[in-house]
Nanobody, 125 residues
């Protein structure tokens, strides 16, 4: 059974930086696409960034130039570095992984099979 555990959330002032990380256990995910999503209060879960096995990355428009997704295959982890944070970035951030291997990065929620519990990121203005 794959488990994903996020860490690194917290509160930061607008313009600041924060890195959230995700540790996977139960299976080595080096050949699997992984991603980050977020969900703000009252809104649907939305795509943030994804990375595949090569690694190739893809970002939501709001994340381009500010967020960087990366992964450490040896540690079976992935991270999302977020810079120049804005109040609208406030949300619960979720780590996700695809069960199938050698797939391109995915942007759709229903493309992912494994999910973490989420970590809260709050940006104060």
């Amino acid at each position: 059974q794959v488990q994903l555990v996020e860490s690194g959330g917290g509160m930061v002032q607008a313009g600041g930086s924060l890195t959230v990380s995700c540790a996977a256990s139960g299976r080595t995910l080096g050949r699997n696409a992984m991603g980050w999503f977020r969900q703000a209060v009252g809104k649907e879960r939305e795509f943030v960034a994804a990375i595949d096995w090569r690694p190739r990355t893809t970002y939501a428009d709001f994340a381009k130039g500010r967020f960087t997704i990366s992964r450490d295959l040896a540690e079976n982890t992935q991270s999302l570095q977020m810079n120049n944070l804005k109040s609208e970035d406030t949300a619960v951030y979720y780590c996700a992984a695809v069960a199938a291997i050698y797939l391109d990065p995915r942007e759709q929620v229903d493309s992912y099979d494994y999910w973490g519990q989420g970590t809260q990121v709050t940006v104060s203005s």
